[in-house]
């Protein structure tokens, strides 16, 4: 059950209230959950789903009924990917262990993935969740800024260790943003139109003024660079010019990759790219491994070498050779299996398919997204954010086997984040249960 006064944006949009008449078995189940797992967890949906088993971009229930993810990014190369499983498999028969003795798997990796970022991102630390990555990041940012205040947008979300929490707003309930945190709004186009990255560049700009004056600095902005917990805002012009003001004022950018990265957008492996920018450091978790816990904090060695020489640096599972084998095996997905064209490719479809629904109906106030991340707008008669209306959607599509979730400052952009292995029927299914449920 959620209180009014424990209400989270990000969590509890789309979370089960109780109350739904469910079956025997899964009310047993959620009663034993609640009791050995406290209030503090969620669960989706109106009707919770009891998984068991999942395949490519298919789930399947306790009874076998297989459902469409539309928005999962955990298993980012579909679900139990074979190559994913097998190098797992594998490496977990051999050693695992820490980083505090010598494996060819961390370097290997590193090496890898330090290709795919700009030349002068160039080394990389590990953790086990992208929380924690964006933890050590403001870390090094204090310590090679010697400020402390930090830039968000309204309704970031950025982890919840107890650094992140304070700058993550849309968690919301009981915790709330640090002293030493400002708040920008989201850059969004769809309100805001050609104004966006003026806007946008005004906020931070006072932002950073307000932080001098409070007597903090400005040691970072830091944003997901697809904006997903905002509403899903793909406008690559807004960053440049933002990162450029928090750079005149001593700041670092940091850029919060879990979400955007390794592909999803389509236009190469990070969503930084879109905007032309290079940050000084980048923070990644979910995705990499296909769903086993590992992050990283990608840096500019000179931004990371106040810290790398004064905090002797250790994370015992961080980067552990399980952890690599698998985030290795994603690496090798995502290259032979071509899946950023993929995500570009029928991210495209997906979007154009949404939209055509959507022309002829004044409940969808806009189609956008980038890639495999697509939001859709939902709204009244009036033009106006209608959160009502989209869980209503959300778990509508639910009942046709096909699972989304929502995000934004309002609640009320449907969430579509599926497995980059959505193919062309993938999207016949979920648009054919979309057109169902916007008559329906």
Not at 161 to 170: K, R
Not at 264 to 283: A, E, K, N, S
């Amino acid at each position: 059950m959620v209180s009014a006064q424990g209400f989270s944006n990000i969590m509890d949009s789309n979370s089960y209230s109780g109350g739904q008449g469910l079956d025997p078995d899964s009310e047993s189940l959620i009663a034993s959950r609640d009791r050995v797992l406290g209030p503090a967890y969620r669960l989706f949906y109106e009707r919770p789903v009891h998984l068991v088993r999942g395949q490519g971009t298919r789930l399947f229930d306790a009874q076998d009924t297989p459902y469409l993810d539309a928005y999962n990014n955990v298993a980012s190369v579909g679900h139990c990917h074979p190559r994913v499983v097998a190098a797992v498999t594998r490496q977990l028969g051999l050693l695992n262990t820490h980083t505090r003795y010598l494996h060819d798997g961390i370097v290997g990796y590193s090496q890898r993935l330090l290709q795919t970022m700009p030349d002068e991102v160039d080394q990389v630390m590990y953790a086990c969740t992208g929380s924690e990555a964006n933890d050590l990041a403001l870390r090094v940012a204090h310590m090679a800024t010697g400020a402390t205040g930090v830039i968000i947008t309204s309704d970031a979300y950025h982890g919840n260790t107890e650094a992140v929490t304070a700058i993550s707003p849309s968690i919301g309930g009981a915790t709330s943003v640090g002293a030493h945190v400002r708040t920008v709004p989201a850059p969004d186009a769809y309100r805001w139109g050609e104004e966006t990255a003026s806007r946008f560049l005004a906020a931070v700009e006072d932002a950073i003024t307000d932080l001098r004056a409070a007597g903090y600095g400005c040691s970072a902005l830091i944003v997901d660079t697809i904006f997903s917990s905002d509403g899903i805002h793909p406008d690559p012009t807004v960053l440049a010019p933002a990162v450029a003001a928090v750079r005149r004022a001593g700041g670092v950018f940091i850029a919060d990759e879990v979400q955007p990265g390794f592909g999803r957008t389509g236009d190469g492996m990070w969503g930084f790219t879109r905007h032309g920018v290079t940050p000084d450091l980048v923070t990644m978790g979910k995705p990499m491994a296909n769903g086993l816990p590992v992050a990283a904090m990608a840096a500019r060695s000179e931004v990371l070498s106040a810290f790398a020489r004064g905090v002797p640096y250790f994370n015992t599972f961080g980067g552990n050779p399980v952890s690599m084998a698998a985030a290795g095996a994603v690496l090798d997905v995502i290259e032979d299996e071509g899946l950023i064209d993929n995500a570009a490719r029928v991210g495209e479809a997906l979007r154009t398919e949404l939209a055509a629904l959507a022309a002829d109906n004044p409940t969808i106030g806009e189609v956008r997204g980038a890639g495999l991340y697509i939001g859709v707008e939902v709204v009244d008669d009036a033009g106006v954010a209608d959160r009502a209306r989209a869980h209503t959607i959300v778990n509508a599509m639910r009942e046709k086997r096909v699972l989304i979730s929502v995000c934004g400052r309002d609640g009320n952009v449907l969430k579509i984040r599926p497995p980059l292995v959505f193919s062309s029927s993938d999207v016949d299914w979920f648009c054919s249960a979309f057109a169902a449920v916007l008559v329906g």
